[in-house]
């Protein structure tokens, strides 16, 4: 009795973030198990939890080479966190529900179309088993398609399995890999001929990070453009300017640096996954630490914007970005309110805006401050690092590993912050009581 009042005591931000530890924890101390490990030695907590933290996170920073350390075992722990942090938690235990026949009360359904960004409470249990059953079928599909260039190289056993892995983690944006084979933390850079492997990862990280809500406007409205929600436009036109604006950018900072070997089409293929990997599944075909500084100033800018709310994607969303824009435009140009394709802005997303926006880049500056204070690296490393956490990322110049504790603690901290939201995660310190109204008298600040 007692344990059900505090859970409805508990906000839905704190049942949210409480669920992810859960699952953090259950996959830290398998991963421990000395079946998890090809050494059969238990592996330290803290790598065990680093990992388990990046995987629920849907992130990809490793401080131990998935393929050379795990086992098979290994790799399936980490790939059904990867899975239950992609869809969320709130959403898989709404799906479990329903397998057993259980009934969804009010408040689950509610945490669902939060965990979800739907617009309407009607109907949510239908839209979740869409979802679910959607994200089955291309994970399924993108599986196929990985599986027809690892069976050839690998067997049909392993072949399978490495599709399947690939095909996961490219949909969930979690940047996992099991290309340690054929060098450690290599990442997809030894697959960077193989246009099949690339374009398939391009697709599946696209999709995933759409969105659920955009997948019903494309599924149901088809190519009626003008019938998609105000969302789903923003979302799509902001996907194809960053991938397309990335891909110039990439071309141009490369041309001379990692792109002078490569002919025409390879330039292409790798800025095009260049550009579409920081959004957010931390995928490399190229080495990072090798960029010039203005890709890697890019590519942090991509990880900080990210994927699209509701989506496996982290980052502040692009939604955020176009919020914020049309606001200081409307300030600037002194119109009535912020409007973007001829709609206009309410209040409230522009206050989310403005929160989510200065919550990461506080939690960004904060970190930066801390790790190159306790560790002398180069900054543009630490930036990458960094950005890379809290956009749930998985991109890095190689500096995990060397990292002391605390640096690997904040980075922790980032991941979490990153996946659940930052508005989510500073909501979870906050107390449930119920406080007074009180309106204060108003005075003016001079800004700016």
Known sequence: MADRKRRKGMSHAQIMALGFIMVIMAGTFLLMLPIASKTGTVTHFFDCLFTSVSATCVTGLIVVDTFNHWTLFGQI?????????GLGIITISAIVYSVFRRRIGLNMRNMIQESIYAFQLDGITNTLKRIFRRTIIIEMIGAGILCTQFIPQLGVAKGIWYGIFHSISAFCNAGFDLMGRYGSYSSLTTVQG???ILITIIC???VGGLGFVVWDDILDKKFKIRKYSLHSKVVLIMMGALVAGGTILFLIFEHDNLFAGMNPGQRVLSAVFASVTPRTAGFNAIEVGDMTQASKLLTCMLMFIGGNSGSTAGGIKTTTIVVMGA???????RTTGPRVLKRRIGDENIKTAAMVFGLNVSIIVAALLIITHVQRLPLDDVLLEVFSAMGTVG???GITRSLLPISKIILMIMMFSGRIGTVTFAVTF?????????????ERINVG
């Open 77 to 85: 722990v980490i790939l059904v966190m990867i899975q239950i942090g």
């Open 194 to 196: 193989n246009p099949v």
């Open 204 to 206: 599946l990280v696209l």
């Open 327 to 333: 606001y200081i435009f409307s300030s600037l140009a």
């Open 395 to 397: 991109l890095s110049a």
């Open 430 to 442: 906050k107390s449930n009581k119920r406080k007074a109204f009180i309106k204060y008298p108003e």
